[in-house]
């Protein structure tokens, strides 16, 4: 019995000093936090190389507005925008943070931030392909932090998605399979991994352009030069302009001399025409608003009600942009895109 306590005393010293050891050797890691990813402004993701067009659009700040979003069931029924969401993973197009439809040539880049199920994207993206041709992870990371692309076929074209965590999504379509679209560009500038590319808005002579149209809920973009038929536009304005911007920024108009005060949705509208105007500038800006005239009173301006604005036109006219203002009838202007591009829109949200 003697000996048996100091070899339980023995004992009991090693035990402690091993316990000592270890509580001196490196804690336990904790897994790794999972954090979004570092992205730009959403519109930054648009490269400038071979640009035709790009609408730049804000779905949330637009409808912000209630007044609009009755006007906006009208152009596309409300049933039309559900079947949207169910075959796109989820996405209601209303409920997007940015949106941004860029066209290139062949290739449309198409990017949405907002709050996306990445999983629901993958099986929406296969379900629109005939076949899968290749997934692979471009960024490691958890489901936040990760940029995930897939690509496939389609019918008649080329597909490509890339999933920006679950803050953005990017996809590509393009009549060329295995050619290289501004998609791989979007994901470098992601990744801050292009320096000596700038994106579409802070390259010339886009970032003129949108310096001179300043923020909007939509704008749209027309990059110079114009050749062809299109440079005989504008009354062949469109010959000497660097680039054509359009702002839509609605408002409530109130209607005084109404009895009941009528308040109706109203949309802004500003068309920026750039170039080097010059001592040119007041003539251009006369020609620049005869074209804006015809153009309301057009077919398509009738329609649209273009030819009766609630204010304006307005012409301002600097050295480097001839700038046109109107204030045009919101509902006006829905009940005529539901008859020009009824068809269209319905086989778009399909």
């Not at 860029?102 to 392909?129: H, K």
């Amino acid at each position: 019995m003697g000996q048996g306590r100091p070899l339980r005393g023995i004992v009991r010293i090693r035990t402690i000093s091993l316990f000592a050891l270890l509580s001196c050797g490196s804690p336990a890691q904790s897994p790794p936090v999972d954090k979004p990813i570092d992205l730009p402004a959403l519109v930054d993701l648009a490269p400038a190389a071979g640009l035709d067009s790009l609408v730049d659009a804000h779905p949330r700040e637009l409808l912000a507005h209630p007044e609009l979003l009755p006007l906006v069931f009208q152009v596309v029924p409300e049933s039309q925008i559900q079947t949207f969401e169910r075959r796109h993973g989820g996405v209601d197009p209303l409920k997007l943070d940015d949106l941004v439809v860029a066209s290139y040539g062949g290739s449309t880049l198409a990017l949405a931030s907002g709050d996306f199920d990445r999983a629901r994207l993958e099986r929406a993206f296969a379900d629109r392909t005939t076949r899968v041709t290749a997934r692979s992870v471009d960024k490691p990371g958890g489901p936040l932090s990760s940029i995930v692309r897939l690509e496939g076929d389609a019918t008649d074209e080329h597909l490509a998605i890339a999933l920006f965590g679950r803050r953005a999504v990017a996809v590509e379509t393009h009549a060329v399979p295995g050619r290289a679209g501004p998609l791989r560009a979007s994901e470098l500038f992601a990744l801050h991994k292009l320096a000596r590319a700038r994106p579409a808005l802070r390259t010339a002579p886009l970032d003129a352009a949108a310096a001179a149209l300043g923020d909007a809920p939509v704008r749209i973009f027309f990059p110079g030069p114009f050749e062809g038929e299109s440079a005989s536009g504008l009354a062949g304005l469109l010959r000497a302009a660097t680039a054509v911007a359009i702002a839509v920024r609605p408002h409530v108009e109130t209607d005084r001399s109404d009895p009941n005060d009528l308040h109706r949705a109203a949309l802004d509208v500003t068309v920026d025409l750039l170039g080097a105007w010059n001592d040119d500038a007041a003539a251009a800006g006369q020609r620049f608003a005869a074209a804006i005239e015809a153009v309301a009173r057009s077919d398509e301006g009738l329609l649209f009600g273009w030819n009766q604005p609630i204010r304006g036109p307005i012409l301002r006219v600097t050295p480097t942009v001839l700038s046109i203002y109107a204030v045009l009838d919101a509902a006006r202007m829905a009940a005529g895109a539901r008859a020009a591009t009824g068809a269209q829109i319905e086989e778009i949200m399909k």
